[in-house]
């Protein structure tokens, strides 16, 4: 079992750029989870999804923020523009049942610094 | 009031001690609770779920104070490498409900 695969690993962009990170959940899982760490506010949930549905983006901090999952096996998140104040790992996870309340697998993490 | 809090430590203690987390939740309709460890520029991982009657895994033991939504993690005889932060996890209550995480907790154990 490969895991949640992230990818970049890392990224370094400049202010103003479009930003693309991607997500590879579980096989077999069907719920998949966006979040945002920073030093100051933590481990934050930008959106999720079950059954390549989104069920909450409240998470999602503005407009420059949109989130896909065309299909079970993979999803995107997008920053346009950029800022600086983005900058931050962001996590991908993915849980075999959210109904279930099921346990959440993260992957890497993307860490994004936006210059 | 935040939905999941922890006191976010650090805590330093020597090898061997015994150290105790505690979580507080808001939500009095939340239905699953777990503790995960983080380390140091790594993703979460998932140290164990917290059931309504206890439950211990080794040297951990976690807690649950539903009356007091409240959630403990107890580490006994701490190793250097239990140091990582813990962080409390608690679901929002609804069916096909999301996962809230603390601001974790910093342990730090020393030789």
């Known amino acids: 079992d490969a895991g949640v695969i992230q990818s970049p690993r890392h990224e370094v962009t400049e202010m103003g750029q479009e930003v693309t990170l991607r997500c590879k959940p579980i096989?077999?899982?069907?719920?998949l989870f966006w979040y945002r760490q920073t030093m100051m506010r933590g481990l934050e949930l930008l959106i999720y999804?079950?059954?390549?549905?989104?069920?909450?983006d409240s998470g999602m901090p503005e407009d420059r923020f949109s989130a896909k999952m065309p299909n079970a096996s993979f999803s995107t998140l997008k920053i346009q523009p950029s800022e600086p104040r983005d900058s931050a790992v962001y996590f991908c996870?993915?849980?075999?049942?959210?109904?279930?309340?099921?346990?959440?697998?993260f992957g890497q993490g993307t860490r994004l610094t936006v210059v | 009031r935040k939905e999941v809090e922890q006191d976010p430590g650090p805590f330093n203690v020597p090898e061997g001690a015994t150290v105790a987390f505690n979580c507080t939740y808001s939500?009095?309709?939340?239905?699953?609770f777990f503790w995960y460890r983080q380390d140091c520029r790594k993703e979460p991982k998932l140290l164990m779920s917290?059931?309504?009657s206890g439950n211990e895994d080794g040297r951990f033991t976690a807690q649950l104070n539903r009356a007091s939504q409240y959630i403990s993690l107890l580490i006994r005889d701490s190793k250097l490498s239990d140091s990582a932060t813990y962080l409390c996890?608690?679901?929002?209550?609804?069916?096909?409900?999301?996962?809230?995480f603390g601001q974790g907790t910093e342990l730090s154990v020393k030789p």
């Open positions: 999804f079950n059954n390549n549905v989104p069920i909450d």
């Open positions: 996890v608690v679901n929002d209550g609804r069916q096909g409900g999301k996962l809230i």
């Open positions: 917290v059931y309504s």
């Open positions: 939500n009095s309709a939340s239905q699953s």
């Open positions: 096989s077999g899982h069907n719920s």
């Open positions: 996870a993915s849980s075999l049942d959210q109904i279930n309340l099921s346990e959440a697998f």
